[in-house]
């Protein structure tokens, strides 16, 4: 494997994306990427080939974040989605109701949709990271998307019409 710091550099933004998904909050996604950089560094044992490394770093980041809603023992704070309502775009919007649908969602859902649509891993290696057949991965993953759309369709964010009837 090419060099490991670099490797642990290019993986950083794709880390922080899946945590935020799991863990809804950035400064605790922020933390928890800190932690699974800190365990990583400090292991013995580093999987050679990029496809294992990439792998291993997000299931450090996953056991990170178990691990912080066992501290915790509470229920998942919901996120702020509060955004500045005078300036907007579609983009904006389009974000948004994903994170509000996200956060309606079980905490297996936004793992699976982490993982998938917002990490980018395939079937084959979300299953290996959860430990579950492919066919297990192919069925939640199904569902948790039916679970998002269902709960986007009910959201109330709309966007609002300019002064110019656009």
Known sequence: MADRHESLVSLLPRLVAFARALLR????AADAVQEAVSRALSARRVPRDLPAYRAW???IVR???IDEFRRRQRPEAAEDASADLWRFDDARIAKITVAQGLSMLSSQHRE???LID???FGYGEAADM?????GTVMSRITRA???LLAAIEQSTVRPLKSRHGH
């Open 25 to 28: 909050e950035p400064d605790l």
């Open 57 to 59: 770093m997000f299931t």
């Open 63 to 65: 056991n990170v974040a």
């Open 112 to 114: 699976i949709i982490a």
């Open 118 to 120: 917002i990490a980018g």
């Open 130 to 134: 959860l430990q579950v057949p492919v």
């Open 145 to 147: 998307r039916a679970a």
